[in-house]
């Protein structure tokens, strides 16, 4: 290969980073394979090298999403400096400054979901399979809270981490719809106010 040449990852990596905005704001029925080879100037046969279809494209670019997810996790739920409660809060606050920077298109994980749960069975447990393993890794969050005494001692902290997530992905439907912050700071404070306090 040539100094000059065009590593293959790299054409890939091009498509599936143009297509995480394409997503957010078309939804996958909506989203034009030419429009995405418009966007990256990059041939229609180098996208069937990469993809075997617009199905694979799209799952692919939910497991690139998710490498995002779990590295914001990794750095609010590893910052062992804050308390458990404030590392939690601190991965959805972290999330939502990402919402901001586009514009409040809000979450790939639920405009999928929400589009295609009903049409693809494949889409539809590779989307729960993602909230599961984010509420999971919440969960351990809050039952050190828990054990610390910093929330009820019979609290479930797998029940109140689902309502999390739950909670969450309403909000972020709310805040697209309305292209604003509002509905995800009220849920964040009725949530830490309420369903965990002591």
């Known amino acids: 290969m040539s100094a000059t040449a065009e590593p293959m990852h790299s ?3 091009r498509l599936l980073d143009a297509g995480l905005p394409m997503l957010l704001e078309h939804g996958y029925n909506d989203l034009g394979i030419q429009a995405l080879l418009a966007a990256t100037g990059i041939p229609k046969g180098s996208f069937y090298h990469h993809f075997a279809d617009k199905e694979d494209f799209a799952l ?33 606050e972290t999330t939502q400054q990402h919402y901001r920077r586009e514009g409040y298109m809000g ?13 693809s069975e494949r889409f539809r447990r590779t989307i729960e399979d993602c909230f599961s ?11 050190e809270a828990r054990q610390r005494g910093d929330i009820a001692a019979d609290s479930d902290a797998r029940q ?7 909670c969450w992905e309403g909000a972020a439907l709310r805040s697209r719809l309305r292209r604003d912050p509002a509905p995800l700071d ?7 106010r309420s369903a965990v306090v002591r």
């Open 11 to 13: 054409t890939k990596q």
């Open 60 to 92: 692919l670019v939910v497991e690139q999403y998710m490498y995002a997810v779990h590295a914001g996790l990794d750095a609010c739920l590893g910052d062992t400096s804050r308390p458990p409660l404030e590392r939690v809060r601190c991965f959805f």
């Open 107 to 119: 979450c790939l994980l639920g405009g999928l979901g929400q589009e295609l749960s009903g049409v």
């Open 133 to 143: 393993g984010i509420a999971e890794r919440i969960a351990v969050g809050l039952e």
């Open 160 to 166: 109140l981490a689902n309502l999390l997530v739950d």
């Open 186 to 192: 009220a849920m964040l404070d009725f949530y830490f």
